[in-house]
């Protein structure tokens, strides 16, 4: 039967574990010293807290929503506040990770706190871990010690904004190895952007648009079996442009055609293409061409 354990504090966990806490909003943990019935046979996850784990051998399945973690010797699974993981362990299992755990209230007013947003990986799909190269590894590890050794200090002034800064820098370096892991799987990423146009073609054929609106990156990404995230990401360092900013083309796009070769109402084109409100539409192809639509449905009549 699978067991809840709620994550909501770093105390939490070390007690689930046999660690000792060493500070109250940060720890780095070495899952081989623990014991492997200290781990449920099967358990949910409930993270209120963010960690980051470098996985060194299979343990067991482990899932996130409906999706097997895509993981290996030498994985980077992250989870932020808010996820549950669900994780069915082997029988004879030996743990074999590091990993770093904090609490959203070390961040608070730090420079880290205020750009955690931008670490997008947090909330990519359990498909979409990082695998780590032997020589990213020894990066990720010396990171991981450059904390714990800030850890085993007394606490000061210079603790909190030193412990940030290096989990910044791990940060950092996550990013990095993410966009080497987009270069490295170039070939899967043009598959998703095949998909993701014909998706995009597929969705304004029809009256589909009409009867549901105007489509969301979200919707996309989802057709492509990725988190919104991890999508937007891939198409942006793929193309250089946002999955937002395809989208907003291909309307201007058949907006365009619907004013320059057919008589349809301008009332008409809006609905055709999936906005709610004429107006919508009006202000919208403004602010991608230029002109309203009635004014550039004129010039392409003077022309």
Do not use: W
């Not at 069915?88 to 706190?113: C, Q, V, W, Y």
């Not at 085993?152 to 190895?177: A, T, V, W």
């Not at 969301?216 to 250089?240: H, I, M």
Request: glycine share 6%; with cysteine.
């Amino acid at each position: 039967m699978e067991q809840t354990l709620i994550i909501d504090s770093i105390e939490s966990y070390n007690n689930y574990f046999g660690f000792e806490t060493q500070h109250p909003l940060v720890a780095v943990v070495d899952l081989r010293k623990t014991k492997p019935e200290s781990f449920p046979m099967e358990a949910a996850y409930d993270y209120r807290v963010y960690a980051l784990f470098l996985k060194q051998t299979y343990c067991g399945d482990i899932t996130y929503g409906r999706q097997p973690y895509d993981y290996q010797e030498g994985t980077v699974t992250s989870f932020a506040p808010g996820q549950v993981v669900h994780v069915k362990r082997m029988p004879h299992f030996e743990p074999n990770a590091r990993g770093l755990l904090f609490h959203p209230d070390l961040i608070r007013g730090t420079s880290l706190g205020k750009g955690i947003g931008q670490y997008s990986f947090f909330d990519y799909s359990s498909r979409e871990a990082l695998h780590l190269s032997d020589d990213e590894k020894k990066i990720f590890t010396d990171c991981l010690n450059k904390i714990e050794m800030e850890l085993g200090r007394p606490i000061d002034q210079h603790s909190k904004p030193l412990i940030c800064r290096n989990i910044e820098l791990l940060l950092d370096y996550c990013m990095r190895f993410y966009d080497r892991q987009f270069i490295t799987r170039r070939e899967a990423n043009h598959d998703v952007l095949t998909r993701f146009e014909n998706e995009l073609n597929t969705y304004f054929r029809g009256n589909r648009a009409e009867r549901e609106g105007l489509p969301s990156v979200k919707y996309f990404a989802e057709r492509c079996f990725l988190s919104p995230n991890y999508f937007g990401d891939l198409v942006k360092k793929e193309t250089g442009r946002s999955p937002q900013e395809f989208i907003q083309g291909k309307i201007i796009d058949l907006a365009k055609e619907f004013l320059a070769g057919t008589d349809k109402s301008v009332t008409e084109i809006a609905y055709c293409l999936g906005f709610q409100y004429p107006q919508h539409f009006n202000r919208y192809f403004k602010r991608g061409v230029g002109m309203t639509p009635m004014e550039y449905r004129r010039t392409g009549a003077e022309a």
